[in-house]
């Protein structure tokens, strides 16, 4: 195998993992460090190394960023990163490989990416009878998480 043969099918492991059966409703949540590997791992080997784990609601998510690709039926939440500073560069990753892999294979289109603070209150659903006290205006996008400075993160991480 060549290596422009090898490159293109590593561009193309996001658009090629659509065929796996995921419900609309679910989401696969893969560790944010597997970006890097999604421009040059077949999607075979991909799988294998970062199988990711299915959650059926996203309300349930560990607290922090995430970079979320989604197409069609699929939804990849790729995450949790703690800074928002590290989740736009693992947002700058994915956006390049996607780009490469859409400019391999035209085909693909309609897919979103972004960066988002989860668990957000829209992933939690409300019954209309019960709202959501977190919640002030519905239509408003979710608080943005308490900013903490570098010696917070320091002290948390060494439980001081």
């Not at 922090?64 to 800074?83: A, D, K, T």
Request: proline share 12%; net charge negative.
């Amino acid at each position: 195998m060549t290596f422009i043969q090898s490159f293109s099918q590593a561009l193309l492991v996001l658009a090629l993992v659509a065929a796996l059966p995921v419900s609309l409703s679910a989401a696969r949540v893969i560790e944010a460090r597997a970006i890097p590997f999604t421009a040059f791992l077949p999607q075979a080997d991909f799988d294998e190394r970062y199988p990711g784990e299915e959650v059926e609601d996203l309300s349930k998510l560990e607290p922090g960023w995430y970079v979320i690709y989604q197409h069609e039926s699929i939804s990849y939440y790729f995450g949790p990163v703690l800074l928002e500073s590290t989740g736009q560069d693992y947002l700058k990753q994915l956006t390049r490989t996607v780009e490469r892999a859409v400019a391999q294979r035209p085909s693909i289109q309609d897919y979103r990416l972004e960066l988002r603070y989860e668990p957000s209150q829209r992933s939690t659903p409300a019954s209309p009878a019960e709202p959501d006290p977190r919640i002030d205006d519905p239509g408003s996008p979710p608080p943005p998480p308490p900013r903490r400075s570098f010696w917070e993160i320091v002290r948390g991480l060494f439980g001081s």
